[in-house]
């Protein structure tokens, strides 16, 4: 019998952590909002897309994917002087490649803007100047966030998980506290205008608070670069020394782009349909893409939080099994981790989609972002909620075909995942007339689909996965969330005064008091449908509690 076993005081580990990190994200999101308002943000969003979507498919998600694969195997089979000789190997290797790409997005920069704004309005073109000029300048950041992504790789390989989940967080510090001061520096007058309501002058050059945006182009980098060098410390300290090394004709090499192929299409299909989107977004306006950003955004909390989590702890633990004698432990702890992320993400779709408007106003509605770009966001959160498990369970089970070596088949799904929701898009853009709320519902559906596909093949494959405990956890976790629904709802019935308030203070304290009550209702009907995941999590909390206790002792 295999001793691995899926490492859930790690998951909450990493969970913390990204938490951490999606919260100075929402914290970015909501300054930058603030600041430039629905139009110049929908410009910043459309030209960091291409070196944003490059990350998702090269680094987070092909890179990392086969990194890690390969990283462990060869651990358990060579040894890690072995495994470290690779790790120099690709590190050189993504340099070289990651500089090359980089420089060609530069030169291409400005046919890249006309095949994503294909057929766009004339509002939309206005702004092209500006947007190339932002992608040029955001390009390095595929770069930086490749490397970081690989070390990453490598500490999650070595079952180090909480300095990687952290690193992130760097990436928004570095890009909010850069990107504001740089924005300042370059066009004071904007900045201050926001501050103090007051007029302001334009500079030469570029229009009104568009010099400021370069200042943010800039402060992504910033951040990129902090994300990398966070990590330093905790890789030399897991063993690792780096050193120039092009001998890429290495069959761990070769094996990790073999797998990165078909990865780059599977592991980043919900990324490559934002692209999509973002395409169609263009039809309904410049600040489509603002909307949709930060609808996205939220969505995205819970799922690197509790989604991204699992998945993280879960691909070495299968990987290794995947390479031992007895391979029985597979599916079942596949999906012992698809049951912890529907227990977790569930509740969550449920939430944004009924308290979509009072959260997307108190986070976003200030300063430049209005009443109407509040709710234009809120819709397109509400349908991009409605694919939250999916999500969630995608980032689980793709990574584990490249484990059993069967990497084409994400890639194939995803293929026709990506069809689907281009399909829809034109659907509901032209035929329904649905505006962008229409993309975030196809973005859902596509996803949903995707997971479906990839949850037959992986059973067809494996065998038993414990579908039927799925469907039971699934079942139990609905019921638990009706007693959520009515208690949002009844605020949403009851309390809308409260819930839009003139004050701040009045809007935190209310919604944070609607979202605490049906969270601990959610786990309280848990306790009750004996939901396993929740009974090993307040074990392990207990265990914790009990260990403070007597260390304070």
């Known amino acids: 019998m295999s001793r691995e076993k899926l490492n859930t005081k790690a998951s909450l580990v990493v969970a913390g952590a990204v938490m951490f990190s999606r919260a100075l994200g929402l914290v970015r999101e909501i300054l930058f909002s603030a600041i430039f308002g629905g139009e110049r943000l929908g410009a910043f969003v459309v030209a960091f897309r291409i070196p944003n979507l490059l990350r998702d498919l090269f680094a987070e998600g092909a890179l990392s994917t086969a990194f890690i694969t390969v990283f462990s195997r060869k651990v358990k089979t060579e040894g890690t002087e072995s495994a470290w000789a690779l790790a120099s190997k690709m590190f050189t290797l993504t340099v070289v490649f990651m500089s090359v790409v980089t420089i060609l997005g530069i030169v291409l920069a400005e046919p890249l803007f006309d095949v994503i704004t294909w057929g766009a309005s004339p509002e939309v073109m206005e702004w092209k100047g500006l947007v190339v000029l932002l992608t040029r300048v955001m390009f390095p950041f595929i770069l930086l966030v490749s490397l970081a992504a690989l070390v990453m790789g490598m500490l999650n390989a070595r079952d180090v998980f909480g300095v990687p989940a952290m690193a992130s967080s760097f990436f928004n510090i570095g890009s909010i506290l850069g990107g504001v001061a740089l924005a300042w520096w370059l066009e004071p007058d904007f900045i201050n205008r926001i501050l103090h309501h007051a007029g302001g002058t334009e500079l030469p050059g570029l229009p ?30 897991a063993g690792f020394q780096f050193r120039l090394d092009f001998r890429w004709w290495d069959r761990g090499v070769k094996k990790i782009l073999d797998l990165m192929v078909p990865s780059v299409i599977a592991a980043g299909a919900v990324q490559i349909n934002v692209l999509v989107n973002t395409s169609f977004a263009m039809h309904v306006g410049i600040s489509a893409p603002a909307w949709l950003n930060n609808a996205f955004r939220l969505m995205q909390l819970p799922l690197g939080v509790f989604g991204v989590a699992v998945a993280t702890i879960t691909l070495p633990v299968v990987s290794r099994i995947a390479v031992s004698e007895n391979r029985a432990d597979f599916g079942p702890t596949l999906g012992r981790a698809l049951r912890l992320a529907v227990f977790l993400t569930l509740p969550s779709a449920v939430g944004l989609y009924v308290l979509a408007h009072p959260i997307i106003s108190l986070i976003y509605e200030h300063g430049n972002f209005g009443a109407a770009d509040s709710l234009n966001s809120a819709l397109a959160l509400q349908l991009y909620a409605l694919g939250l498990v999916a999500y969630s369970c995608i980032k689980v089970l793709s990574p584990a075909f490249y484990a059993i070596d069967r990497r084409w088949t994400p890639m194939l799904v995803s293929f026709a995942s990506i069809g689907i929701n281009a399909f829809l898009n034109w659907y509901f853009i032209f035929q329904m007339d649905l505006g962008h709320r229409g993309l975030a519902l196809s973005t859902a559906i596509a996803a949903t689909i995707n997971f479906l596909a990839l949850y037959g093949l992986m059973t067809w494959r494996e065998g038993k996965l414990g579908t039927r405990e799925l469907l039971l956890t699934m079942g139990r976790c609905a019921l638990a969330c009706l007693g959520l629904t009515g208690i949002c709802l009844a605020a949403m019935r009851l309390i809308p005064d409260w819930l839009f308030a003139h004050s701040i203070g009045v809007r935190i304290v209310s919604l944070l008091g609607v979202i605490a009550l049906a969270g601990l209702a959610y786990i309280g009907l848990c306790f009750v449908l004996r939901v396993g995941e929740v009974r090993e999590a307040a074990e392990i909390i207990m265990r914790k509690i009990g260990r403070f206790r007597r260390g304070v002792a």
């Open 208 to 237: 009104f608070g568009q010099r400021a945006l370069l200042g943010l182009a800039l402060g992504t980098l910033i951040g990129g670069l902090l994300q990398l060098v966070f990590q330093f410390p905790a890789l030399r300290r």
